[in-house]
């Protein structure tokens, strides 16, 4: 897709080479830290929750904290996708949620007084691909509707910072509307790019997933994402990575260590207490690079490798590309962290390991090795089950002509107790130089009818694995013709 084709340009047309701008050295987003008295710890999460802007200038609470503060606010949690045009699923039963244009026109019409958007890019209109595509009349409507809504009421948007050939139309057009918009330069800054796709809406709701701003998101690409409404504490949460990002766009520089009121208490040793859907949930909010992490913060990675550590029985994983290796960097670098995790507990824990991954017409040859090693673990007689299948989405003649588009863009992960929902995919770019974020969801208890975020991710991805796109990947597979 267009995402990770633009962030091949940044890095490899352009010339720029990972050494030659590295970015600077921070401290742990999560740090170690003092123990609190029981007094000063309740009444710096009061006052957090009642400032969602402002955090108390002491650390987070330590690891030693199984939970963190409670929210009680009734958050709603919705799992929405976007499914390319003629791709049929025949599951049984169906596995059908409410799409990702529908959850967008939602989150507008439900704004009161903010949209805070954090992208990569905007091309909601095809004007860029000079195809004349009927089915990118969605991203057009969004577009409308943001723009309209610019004039109303206050709308940001943080974007990395476009080329010069790139289309700027839309953003022209919102900011020509009443849209504040800030550019963050993440060459400068990182070396990598701002990769995230989330909105904030009146400081209560939240999309977050893999759709960019982009018509293709909603109708030509296979994407996967949540909403969560009316959940203020979340947002809030949410929010300061947001602010983060609007501040970078301001400043050009990090800083180190961040102002308190980027702080978090919400982390994986210590996530936020809240009900969705009417059942407990833990949940916490990760992001990436580990220099844009505010005290408090979990890495990006580390939630990662703690989701996969955590899992008792399996580990599915839904990626685009997934390479253990500095996919951009000059000279090369292998970098193992989430290959090794994955072999490590397949063998100490007999955990089953499934990855879903896309296969089209920009996958890099070079992935299919790193693909079949880790497939090659696998002898049912040992416990060991490691299994990797390839997602092909079809495309008619007339398809084919869209640029970047027919891939199944999906960045989730799910285990028999967590349900992780990116913004990345999985090389060590995106989690060392690249501004990504993820939602991170322990509810595997239900106390309503409602199923729960993991058991909804565990039934999509098992309809992918099992539909006709899927091939399994083996040491003898022929490839030939295949993307």
Not at 168 to 176: C, G, N, P, V
Not at 255 to 262: A, I, Y
Not at 293 to 314: H, K, W
Not at 426 to 434: A, I, L, P, R
């Amino acid at each position: 897709m267009k995402t990770d084709i633009a962030y091949d340009q940044l890095v490899n047309v352009e010339g720029r080479k990972q050494d030659d701008k590295k970015a600077p050295m921070y401290p742990r987003c999560v740090l170690a830290l003092a123990t609190l008295a029981t007094v000063l710890l309740a009444a710096m999460a009061v006052y957090n929750l009642l400032s969602p802007g402002v955090t108390s200038s002491h650390p987070a609470p330590s690891s030693s904290l199984r939970k963190g503060e409670s929210c009680s606010d009734p958050c709603k949690i919705v799992v929405v996708e976007s499914i390319p045009e003629g791709l049929k699923f025949n599951s049984t039963p169906p596995t059908a949620h409410p799409s990702i244009f529908q959850a967008w026109l939602s989150l507008v019409a439900e704004a009161r007084s903010s949209v805070d958007i954090a992208s990569f890019y905007w091309t909601l209109t095809n004007k860029d691909t000079g195809t004349s595509e009927p089915t990118a009349y969605q991203g057009e409507t969004i577009l409308k509707e943001l723009a309209e809504l610019s004039g109303k009421l206050s709308v940001r948007i943080a974007v990395n910072t476009p080329q010069q050939s790139q289309p700027q139309d839309d953003l022209s057009l919102l900011s020509d509307s009443g849209a504040d918009i800030r550019t963050v330069n993440m060459r400068e800054l990182t070396s990598g790019v701002l990769h995230t796709k989330f909105w904030v809406v009146d400081k209560k709701h939240i999309f977050i997933g893999s759709a960019n701003m982009d018509w293709r998101s909603l109708t030509q690409v296979k994407e996967l994402g949540v909403v969560v409404y009316n959940c203020s504490c979340l947002a809030a949460d949410l929010g300061k990575i947001f602010e983060a990002y609007w501040f970078l766009g301001e400043s050009q520089s990090i800083p180190s260590p961040w102002p308190t009121n980027f702080s978090t208490l919400y982390n994986k040793d210590t996530p936020l207490q809240v009900p969705l859907n009417n059942t407990p949930a833990s949940v916490y909010l990760s992001s990436s690079p580990p220099s844009f992490c505010a005290a408090g913060r979990t890495q990006d990675l580390q939630s990662i490798l703690s989701v996969m550590d955590d899992a008792q029985s399996f580990i599915y994983i839904a990626v685009m590309n997934y390479l253990p290796t500095m996919e951009f960097s000059h000279p090369k670098r292998y970098w193992a962290d989430i290959d090794t995790q994955l072999r490590r507990v397949a063998y100490e824990k007999r955990v089953k390991v499934r990855l879903l991954i896309s296969c089209w017409a920009s996958t890099q040859p070079v992935m299919f090795p790193f693909l079949k090693s880790l497939a090659s673990v696998y002898e049912p007689k040992s416990k060991l089950d490691i299994q990797v299948r390839l997602f092909v989405v079809p495309a008619s003649p007339k398809q084919e002509e869209i640029p970047f588009a027919r891939v199944n863009h999906n960045k989730y992960m799910v285990t028999d107790k967590i349900a992780y929902i990116g913004t990345s995919n999985w090389s060590g770019d995106y989690f060392e130089h690249t501004a990504g974020s993820a939602l991170v969801v322990n509810q595997t208890a239900s106390q309503s009818l409602e199923p729960t975020v993991q058991s909804q991710l565990k039934a999509v991805f098992e309809r992918d694995w099992s539909s006709d796109y899927s091939t399994p990947l083996t040491q003898h597979s022929n490839l030939k013709g295949l993307c």
